[in-house]
């Protein structure tokens, strides 16, 4: 199996930047979809991007703008690139990579956005 290790969340201040990154346990990471997801209190699990293996990303209309995923296949790697943020993008965010009938998720990291 896939294990994944989220880091990059914290604290930040409305209006500020944040990169999540989500390293890989092995290399077959560059043939997985890896999506970023999140769930804020109270609220359901969504996704806000998605990278596929040959580099085309997808995000959901509603999160169009701020959010920008990428992949670095040397380095098992992806990462998520937030920019502007809110108060409402405060959740726990997920990694996921998937593959035919597999699927895997990482714990999570937090993201406040408070002044």
């Known amino acids: 199996q896939v294990q994944l290790v989220e880091s990059g969340g914290g604290l930040v201040q409305p209006g500020g930047s944040l990169r999540l990154s989500c390293a890989a346990s092995r290399s077959i990471f560059s043939t997985y979809t890896m999506g970023w997801y999140r769930q804020g209190p109270g609220k359901q699990r969504e996704s806000v991007a998605t990278?596929?293996?040959?580099?085309?990303?997808y995000y959901p209309d509603s999160m169009k703008g701020r959010f920008t995923i990428s992949r670095d296949n040397a380095k098992n790697t992806v990462y998520l690139q937030m920019n502007s943020l809110k108060p409402e993008d405060t959740a726990v965010y997920y990694c996921?990579?998937?593959?035919?009938?597999?699927?895997?998720w990482g714990q999570g990291t937090q993201v406040t956005v408070s002044s």
């Open positions: 996921k990579a998937a593959a035919g009938s597999r699927e895997y």
């Open positions: 990278i596929f293996s040959g580099g085309i990303t």
